[in-house]
């Protein structure tokens, strides 16, 4: 069965002026809700990934805080979430890596998800933990280059090599929404 993934897009991170936003990371919402909503209407499975931090969050070590239970900046940008909310399972982690969640794993398993389609942000981080995790776990993994965000152009570039090596395919949205 396939699944589509959309990885942290967040206001903190896809909004100017959010906590940790990627300078041009807006652009990928509108990609991220056509995907969000094809899913939906084609009975594609959604899994949404968000941060969701304490104020306490040991990730503010390293990174300035950002997605914290309840504030605007962990939201999900409105036209990325689906109306029918169960068409789209909300996955929140504490974690750069999606599969810190202990839930994750038992999930795939239990809706029988062996192709995934990956996309959100940012490639070099969270997008690389969700691609690389689904590739170690044997499932068939792409990325969604349009609807996906790097902060560094060639940093995000060599974890796509990476991710190619290890087996894994890029897509176009074409695949989904034809030229």
Not at 92 to 107: A, C, G, Q, R, Y
Not at 127 to 156: D, F, I, N, P, W
Request: with cysteine; charged share 20%; aromatic share 8%.
């Amino acid at each position: 069965m396939k699944a589509f993934f959309d990885i942290d897009t967040q206001n903190d991170f896809v909004v100017p002026g959010g906590a940790l936003y990627g300078p041009g990371a807006e652009r990928v919402i509108p990609q991220v809700a056509a995907l969000n909503h094809y899913a939906g209407e084609h009975g594609i499975t959604l899994i949404s990934t968000m941060c969701a931090h304490r104020e306490d969050a040991k990730e503010f070590q390293e990174w300035r805080p950002h997605c914290i239970v309840g504030t605007v900046g962990q939201q999900k940008p409105a036209v990325t979430l689906l109306a029918d909310r169960e068409k789209q399972i909300i996955v929140e982690k504490d974690d750069l890596d999606m599969f810190s969640n202990p839930t994750v794993v038992p999930l795939l398993d239990e809706l029988g998800v062996d192709e995934c389609f990956v996309y959100g942000v940012f490639t070099e981080y969270c997008v690389k933990y969700a691609m690389m995790g689904l590739l170690k776990t044997g499932r068939k993994v792409s990325l969604v280059t349009e609807a996906t965000a790097h902060l560094s152009q060639a940093e995000g570039e060599r974890v796509v090599n990476d991710f190619l090596t290890a087996g894994g395919q890029c897509v176009s949205m074409a695949a989904f929404f034809g030229t």
